[in-house]
C-alpha cells in the first residue's frame, strides 16, 4: 500500500480536500487509524479456471465497531466522470442504474445493521444528488492524491454538488468513476479495484471514492465469468458496477475510517469482496441481483446479523 502524507492543496482557494494516507492493509491491529484510503483489493482469482473463494470460508473473528460515526442521515451522491464520457455513451447507464435505486435495494438494507455510539443506525436513504463530467482536468494518469484534487475541484467548480450553505456536502458521498483510458499509478488495476477515504473541507468531513472503468486490465477487476460477457454488455462498466456498490457500503459504515472493520482493517465489504452467492445465468454471463429490472453481478457484504456475507 501507499503511503500519502501531506494535505493537498485543492486549486480553488475556497475549497481545500486533506487527504491522509497510511498503510492499508498491515498485519498491526489498532483502534484510532490514521485516515487512508481503504483499497478495494484485485481479484485474487485471475485465472479463469479459479473460482473466487468460497463463501464464508473465512469468517473474520474480530470485525467490529471502533467507536466513530456511521452515515446515519440521508445520503447524497454525487459523481464525478472522469475523463472521457460522451453524453450518449452507453456505459455511464450501467453504473447509475445502480445508483439510482441502490437505497431502495434490500442489498442496500445490509448495511442499516450497522449503528454508532449513540445507537443511530445507518440511512437506508441514498439519492444520486448530481453528476458531471470532468475531461481530463487533471490529466490521464493520476496518483491517488490527485483524486483528492479532482474532488475539490468539482466541488468548487459545479455548485449542484454544495449545500444551501455554500460548503460541501457532509451527507454527500463523492465518487470520481474514470474512463477506461486514465490511469492511476497508484495501484489501480495493479493492486486494487477501487478505494474510498475522507478530508477535510473547510470544516467539513468530505467523503469520497475512487473507482474506474477496468477495461485496460480486465482480469484485475471483474470476475472470471463476466470479462468476455457481461450483463449490461459491458464487462468493465458491470465490474465497475460491483466495486462502486462495495465502496459505498465501506463509506456509510465507516465513513471516518474509524468506525467498523477488523484487525487487518478490512471493512464489512472487504469481507466479502468477489464472491457472489447464488447467481443465474443471463446475456452468456453471470448474475446475482437486479436494477431497474436490469441484471447485476454484484458481490455480496457482510451482515452483522448472520455473521455471514449475503446478498440482503
Ligand atoms: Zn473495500
Redesign the pocket.
Known sequence: MKTITSFIAVCSTVFTLGFLGAPAHAANSTATRPVTP???MKNPALARTQSARPANSVPSTTFAYHGGPVMTEPVNLYVIWYGQWPSLSRKKPVVQRVLRTLGQSTYFGINTAYTQSNGKHVTHTVHLAAETVDAYSSGKVLQDASVATIVGRNISSTPSFRTNANTADKNGIYIVISSSDVRNTSGFLTTYCGWHSSGTMGNIVTKFIFAGDPSANLIVCAPPTNRDHSPNDYPGMDAAASTIA??IS?TVTDPELNAWFDDNHM?N??LC?WQYGKTYSTNQAQANLQFEWRDYLIQENWNLTTHSCSLN
Open positions: 481503504i483499497t478495494h462495495h465502496e465501506e471493512e465489504a472487504d469482496a
